[in-house]
């Protein structure tokens, strides 16, 4: 948030803690601290020292309205400082130069169908040289895609759920005292396929990559 008192954040990759940091004055960035600490030697209870709403009380010291009432509600994340540092613009008739907006989750759903051409070959001592036919047959099913925030749609987690019949015939063979006997096998399955997809658009064409795991019963 770009504003009289601009706000910045970044993500330490070391110890993957995330810093808040407010521009007190021109020049100067205060990070906010959020710190946990031991009640006791043994270790088992835990508190926070939340020494950022007193240094936002005092940032934000010539807005009394949110200094006194909305300080001590601000919770340490991204949405709890873009909160406050929006009412303080309110409060103080600054427009933001530029303001960072949460993303959400976004979900695509639709239907999934398309043609799967197999073929079949068994061997055993009974059925040996039985040739059987090859199968086509309509898959159908849905897919579920849910697409990361801040990933400028390239990174989403992929889902899918597909049905899928098949039907081989043989031809006439021998069998026993049987001179024309003919076989017939059938098999259908539901797959449960989830991965993790990276999609990269390339003019018209949106080229992808996945991996992960699948699931048939």
């Not at 020292?49 to 807005?63: E, R």
Request: glycine fraction near 8%; charge should be positive.
């Amino acid at each position: 948030s770009d504003g009289k008192k601009s706000l910045y954040t970044y993500k330490d990759t070391c110890v993957f803690k995330k810093h808040f940091l407010i521009e007190a004055s021109p020049g100067y960035l205060e990070d906010m601290i959020n710190k946990r600490y031991y009640l006791s030697d043994s270790k088992t209870t835990v508190a926070w020292f939340q020494g950022y709403k007193s240094q936002l009380k005092s940032i934000y010291a010539d807005c009394p309205e949110i200094a006194s009432k909305k300080v001590k509600d601000v919770i340490f994340n991204s949405p709890g400082f873009l909160a406050i540092a929006k009412a303080y613009n309110d409060c103080t008739d600054t427009q933001p130069g530029y303001e960072f907006r949460l993303e959400k989750t976004k979900v695509a759903l639709g239907p999934v169908a398309g043609v799967n051409s197999s073929s079949l070959q068994l061997k055993g001592s009974s059925i040996d040289g039985i040739a059987f036919g090859g199968s086509s047959s309509f898959d159908v099913g849905f897919y579920l895609n849910l697409i990361a925030p801040h990933t400028e749609r390239h990174w989403s987690f992929y889902n899918e759920l597909l049905y899928t019949g098949y039907r081989f015939g043989s031809g006439s063979f021998r069998y026993g005292n049987i001179d024309d006997a003919h076989a017939e096998i059938k098999a259908s399955y539901i797959k449960w396929s989830t991965a993790l997809r990276f999609e990269y658009p390339f003019h018209r064409a949106v080229p992808f990559l996945t991996a992960g795991f699948a699931n048939a019963f």
